[in-house]
């Protein structure tokens, strides 16, 4: 018998066990046709959890309820298995914040959130003000660590950081809107790296920010169905009169997607394609070739170019963290992928490290849905290059070019976004 999973889809905590059996390699299927409130109220399922609470694993051995306990039974199917560290010292940490994301994150944000939707504990303006405020002390502690750190413990992914990310997932997706959570740039980034690893990405799907912190809604009667379908729960600022729907969302029909702005602009005779290809291509004679052709096919009207720097260079004082900083970034660029071109360097021999690049954008801005869609721009300073300024191009060149030394340092890392 397989590994069947019962709860309702894209509940936060049946995604733990979801992710790991990804990254395990283990097979866990989703029961079908599961309905909130019914199917885990019958005596089959209360034989299996006699809370009623998903989600439930059904083993060959016997069922088991918790999702953390899920999540690890999951993770030891597959012997050794890098989720769980490679030391008894790991093996503790990622216990410890596994621990922390339960009691500290999602204990948290359950106090302000959960009374907002109407579940459990009454609105109370001054109990809110309370909960925000211990909330953001766990939040700034998971900040300081992550400040130093890609990962919660070691150098990939582990089972902590599956746990702590769906945690985070319900409070990003239904009430931490960006206001809150730029007090905290390193949760952000470590979120959105996270939920964008391919195995995060294959169970979880597209995530939105939250847009508004929902209004207060009547209490309900049930004080169980809080976390039906975080994944279908409109963010936005529901009106007053309206039903609640943060946990009953109802299908919508699909909306034809608009057609992005950059498509509408002049035909350019520059074809990004060509120059990624040429790019790619030149092995040798990198400044007669792909640096002469660069200027050759460049565009000013159709294009820019435009020079960015890390606005917090002293915090990159990790080689690999600031280097992962950086992939991370060139991996939420990839929705940008048709309009750009970019460099990323990461400069000097010690820390701290500096970080520089060269974009190049259809259109005279930057597009304005990578500023809405990519956190990470903010997280740069932006200059638009001015190319009839010979210095000014010559950077540009040396840094398609990878230049060593770069304004003077060794580089300790070159990336390319193409
Ligand atoms: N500590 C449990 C929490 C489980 C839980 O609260 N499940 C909610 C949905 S996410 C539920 O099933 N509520 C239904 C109920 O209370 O009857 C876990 O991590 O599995």
Same mark, same amino acid.
């Given at each position: 018998?397989?590994?069947?999973? *019962?709860?309702?889809?894209?509940?936060?905590?049946?995604? &733990?066990?979801?992710?790991?059996?990804?990254?395990?390699?283990?097979?866990?299927?989703?029961?079908?046709?599961?309905?909130?409130?019914?199917?885990?109220?019958?005596?089959?399922?209360?034989?299996?959890?006699?809370?009623?609470?998903?989600?439930?694993?059904?083993?060959?051995?016997?069922?088991?309820?918790?999702?953390?306990?899920?999540?690890? *039974?999951?993770?030891?199917?597959?012997?050794?298995?890098?989720?769980?560290?490679?030391?008894?010292?790991?093996?503790?940490?990622?216990?410890?914040?596994?621990?922390?994301?339960?009691?500290?994150?999602?204990?948290?944000?359950?106090?302000?959130?959960?009374?907002?939707?109407?579940?459990?504990?009454?609105?109370?303006?001054?109990?809110?003000?309370?909960?925000?405020?211990?909330?953001?002390?766990?939040?700034?502690?998971?900040?300081? *660590?992550?400040?130093?750190?890609?990962?919660?413990?070691?150098?990939?992914?582990?089972?902590?950081?599956?746990?702590?990310?769906? +945690?985070?997932?319900?409070?990003?997706?239904?009430?931490?809107?960006?206001?809150?959570?730029?007090?905290?740039? *390193?949760?952000? $980034?470590?979120?959105?790296?996270?939920?964008?690893?391919?195995?995060?990405?294959?169970?979880?799907?597209?995530?939105?920010?939250?847009?508004?912190?929902?209004?207060?809604?009547?209490? &309900?009667?049930?004080?169980?169905? #809080?976390?039906?379908?975080? &994944?279908?729960?409109?963010?936005?600022?529901?009106?007053?009169?309206?039903?609640?729907?943060?946990?009953?969302?109802? #299908?919508?029909?699909?909306?034809?997607?608009?057609?992005?702005?950059?498509?509408?602009?002049?035909?350019?005779?520059?074809?990004?394609?060509?120059?990624?290809?040429?790019?790619?291509?030149?092995?040798?004679?990198?400044?007669?070739?792909?640096?002469?052709?660069?200027?050759?096919?460049?565009?000013?009207?159709?294009?820019?170019?435009?020079?960015?720097?890390?606005?917090? +260079?002293?915090?990159?004082?990790?080689?690999?963290?600031?280097? +992962?900083?950086?992939?991370?970034?060139?991996?939420?660029?990839?929705?940008?992928?048709?309009?750009?071109?970019?460099?990323?360097?990461?400069?000097? #021999?010690?820390?701290?490290?500096?970080?520089?690049?060269?974009?190049?954008? $259809?259109?005279?801005?930057?597009?304005?849905?990578?500023?809405?869609?990519?956190?990470?721009?903010?997280?740069?300073?932006?200059?638009?290059?001015?190319?009839?300024? #010979?210095?000014?191009?010559?950077?540009?060149?040396?840094?398609?070019?990878?230049?060593?030394?770069?304004?003077?340092?060794?580089?300790?890392?070159?990336?390319?976004?193409?």
């Amino acid at each position: 018998m397989a590994l069947v999973l *019962h709860s309702n889809a894209g509940n936060k905590n049946a995604l &733990k066990a979801l992710i790991a059996a990804e990254y395990s390699g283990v097979k866990v299927d989703l029961v079908k046709d599961f309905q909130m409130g019914v199917s885990n109220k019958t005596p089959q399922f209360l034989k299996m959890n006699p809370l009623g609470k998903v989600p439930v694993l059904e083993t060959p051995d016997g069922a088991i309820f918790e999702s953390h306990a899920i999540a690890r *039974h999951v993770t030891k199917l597959k012997a050794d298995n890098p989720l769980y560290g490679s030391s008894l010292i790991e093996y503790s940490r990622i216990e410890q914040w596994m621990d922390f994301a339960a009691t500290e994150i999602d204990a948290g944000l359950a106090r302000w959130l959960y009374p907002r939707l109407g579940f459990g504990i009454p609105f109370n303006a001054a109990m809110e003000e309370f909960a925000i405020n211990y909330f953001k002390r766990s939040l700034g502690a998971l900040n300081t *660590h992550l400040a130093n750190n890609t990962y919660l413990v070691g150098q990939s992914v582990t089972l902590a950081d599956i746990v702590m990310t769906c +945690n985070l997932y319900m409070g990003f997706s239904l009430i931490m809107t960006k206001a809150f959570t730029s007090e905290f740039p *390193h949760v952000e $980034r470590y979120f959105w790296t996270m939920v964008n690893q391919p195995n995060f990405k294959k169970v979880i799907g597209e995530v939105k920010q939250a847009e508004a912190v929902p209004a207060v809604q009547s209490q &309900k009667k049930a004080p169980a169905k #809080e976390q039906a379908k975080p &994944k279908e729960a409109k963010p936005k600022e529901v009106k007053k009169e309206a039903p609640p729907k943060a946990a009953e969302a109802e #299908e919508e029909a699909p909306k034809p997607k608009p057609k992005n702005p950059l498509d509408l602009l002049p035909p350019s005779k520059m074809i990004l394609d060509e120059w990624k290809r040429l790019y790619s291509n030149t092995k040798t004679n990198f400044r007669e070739v792909a640096i002469k052709g660069f200027w050759d096919m460049y565009d000013p009207e159709g294009y820019s170019l435009w020079f960015c720097e890390y606005k917090y +260079n002293e915090e990159n004082t990790v080689s690999f963290v600031t280097m +992962n900083k950086v992939g991370g970034f060139l991996q939420r660029m990839d929705l940008a992928r048709k309009y750009a071109f970019g460099k990323m360097l990461v400069i000097g #021999e010690n820390p701290p490290f500096k970080v520089k690049g060269l974009w190049l954008f $259809r259109g005279q801005e930057i597009p304005q849905f990578v500023i809405d869609e990519c956190y990470d721009m903010e997280l740069y300073e932006w200059t638009k290059v001015d190319i009839s300024d #010979e210095v000014q191009k010559e950077r540009v060149n040396a840094m398609i070019e990878d230049q060593e030394p770069f304004e003077g340092e060794a580089l300790l890392d070159a990336k390319c976004f193409k």
